[in-house]
């Protein structure tokens, strides 16, 4: 045999073999789709429930995903430009160019502040605690608008294999109803129940699996906003006691925001 015929005959073998697979993958997905029809009621009631918390799951997920991308990259963005400004009260002009950037956000929140205590007259003690006190509070309200809905994903990922497990156990609950009717114990009988109530128990781990990992991803991505946010407010902090709440007040009703 030469060399040629050879790597003929293992190509139509590779091409049968995925012909095989791809014929039997379909023949698996239709069975399995044909065990969830012929499912009970109370089996197809919890299948329904974890097809509605995967889709629910799935949004948030993809929600959270560009919002968390859009908060990293504007408050990159931002810190550059806080660092290369030469005048806070220009940068809080361009804050709205960063969008839902929570240390831009917060930024805001404490030029604010700044103006409102310099209008005020406070001591430089007595500003610093309240332009602390904004800054900690706008710090929380970000963390918390970046936290909603994560805990459904966790919530998710816990309860949903032992809803699906509950499903397993009523469907087997079922195959033992069936074999006492029919008297018959053998495998024929008992497999076909066993095996829809067990895609009861599959649903709940594939429901289950994506929610705990984008969970903790997500988790771990907020823990950086939070170290990047209260860095910021150290910072921020710093420079209003080194160059800014030292000075001597102006007379208008604006701070001299230049350092």
């Known amino acids: 045999m030469s060399i040629t015929s050879f790597f003929l005959i293992a190509a ?16 698996m997905d239709s069975e399995i789709l044909s065990m969830i029809l012929k499912a009970g ?15 629910i799951s799935w949004c948030i997920v993809l929600v959270k995903f560009f919002q968390y991308t859009r908060a990293s990259g504007n408050s990159a963005r931002f810190l550059d430009s806080f660092w290369k400004s030469r005048s806070l009260a220009n940068l809080y002009g361009e804050t709205g160019d960063y969008g839902p950037s929570p240390i831009a956000q917060v930024f ?101 699996i994506p929610a705990v990992i984008f969970f903790n991803f997500f988790n771990s991505r907020l823990k950086i906003l ?18 800014l709440l030292k000075k001597t007040p102006q007379p208008s009703s604006t701070p001299d925001l230049e350092f």
């Open 12 to 27: 139509q073998a590779g091409a049968a073999a995925t012909s095989e697979a791809r014929l039997g993958g379909r023949a």
């Open 41 to 55: 009621p109370m089996v197809k009631a919890i299948m329904c429930i974890l097809l509605l918390a995967s889709i």
């Open 108 to 208: 805001r929140v404490g030029y604010q502040e700044l103006t409102r205590v310099h209008k005020a007259k406070l001591s430089t003690s007595a500003a610093i605690e309240n332009v602390q006190r904004a800054l900690r509070r706008s710090a929380t309200a970000e963390s918390t608008r970046l936290f909603k809905y994560l805990p459904f994903l966790a919530s998710c990922g816990n309860a949903t294999p032992f809803i699906g497990l509950f499903g397993t156990v009523w469907g087997i609950m079922g195959s033992f109803q069936e074999i006492g009717i029919k008297g018959s114990a053998n495998l024929a009988a008992v497999a076909p129940g066993i095996s829809e109530a067990l895609v009861a128990t599959a649903a709940g781990l594939a429901t289950a």
């Open 226 to 243: 939070e170290t990047d946010m209260s860095n910021f407010m150290s910072d921020f902090i710093n420079i209003l006691e080194r160059d």
